[in-house]
């Protein structure tokens, strides 16, 4: 396991921690996060979903993306080019889990025309951080 950011760069605690103030004050640092094991509280099933908008506008897209924000079962999600046009991640206790909210929260929503879900078997590498 790595050090202390401070030991790491060979800075003192309180160069570590000013320099750390200064980063997160630039807007360089967003935010500090907790990895989770998903296990732990039972999200034993991951997909990657496939959505397809019933319209290409402005509205369409913007609305669905106003609701998948607000789902704590989305994990992550992109607006992409080409055939899908969103792609949630999504986490879950189970398979029916993972039924009743493609059908009640997703394909409920009227923008849009098309899922599709991808079961992830395994994730040999985990979501990193940035590559610098």
């Known amino acids: 396991m790595a050090g202390e950011p401070g030991e790491i760069l ?8 000013r320099r750390r103030s200064r980063l997160k ?12 094991d998903p296990g732990r509280p039972g999200l ?6 496939r959505v ?11 609305n669905f993306v106003r609701l ?8 992550g999600c992109w607006t992409l080019t080409g055939e899908a046009d ?6 879950v206790a189970d398979l ?6 493609i059908h009640h929260r997703l394909l409920s929503h009227p923008a849009v025309a ?3 879900s991808r079961i992830v078997m395994d994730q040999p590498k985990a979501d990193a951080g940035l590559p610098l």
């Open 10 to 17: 060979h800075l003192s605690p309180s160069q570590a921690a």
């Open 25 to 36: 004050a630039g807007g360089v640092i967003a935010s500090y996060r907790a990895r989770l």
């Open 44 to 49: 034993t099933v991951q997909a990657i979903v």
């Open 52 to 62: 397809q908008m019933t319209a290409h506008n402005a509205d369409s897209p913007a």
């Open 68 to 75: 998948v924000v607000t789902l704590p079962k989305v994990v």
């Open 86 to 91: 969103c792609r949630p991640g999504v986490r």
């Open 96 to 101: 029916p889990a993972l039924t009743t909210f």
């Open 114 to 116: 098309r899922v599709q």
